[in-house]
């Protein structure tokens, strides 16, 4: 079955970087792009980045551009996510998401905490 195991969340001063990293199983990883989702407290769970099958030409949601860069390696069936010049407004859980045969597949998340 398909499996996602999120890790690398974590408390972090404003300015601070994390590395999260979403080890997938279950599925041929190579072949499905990847999506990386927060919620915050209180709020609805939205799309931060994604990442086609061949890593080429991520997006991102706006409030993320220019610091934070999602990546993958098909080797290791990982994809990760690399957040610098952290902002309180980036705490949440963070999640990665496949979608295969009409069907989203979550991991459990891993919490981001950005606070002083």
């Known amino acids: 079955q398909v499996q996602l195991v999120e890790s690398g969340g974590g408390l972090v001063q404003p300015g601070g970087s994390l590395r999260l990293s979403c080890v997938a199983s279950?599925?041929?990883?190579?072949?499905?792009?990847m999506s990386w989702y927060r919620q915050a407290p209180g709020k609805e769970r939205e799309l931060v980045a994604r990442?086609?099958?061949?890593?080429?030409?991520?997006t991102y949601t706006d409030s993320v551009k220019g610091r934070f860069t999602v990546s993958r390696d098909n080797a290791k069936n990982t994809v990760y996510l690399q957040m610098n010049t952290l902002k309180p407004e980036d705490t949440g859980v963070y999640y990665c998401?496949?979608?295969?045969?009409?069907?989203?597949?979550w991991g459990k998340g891993t919490l981001v905490t950005v606070s002083s």
């Open positions: 990442i086609s099958e061949d890593g080429a030409g991520p």
């Open positions: 279950g599925f041929t990883f190579s072949s499905k792009p």
């Open positions: 998401k496949v979608r295969r045969f009409a069907t989203d597949y």
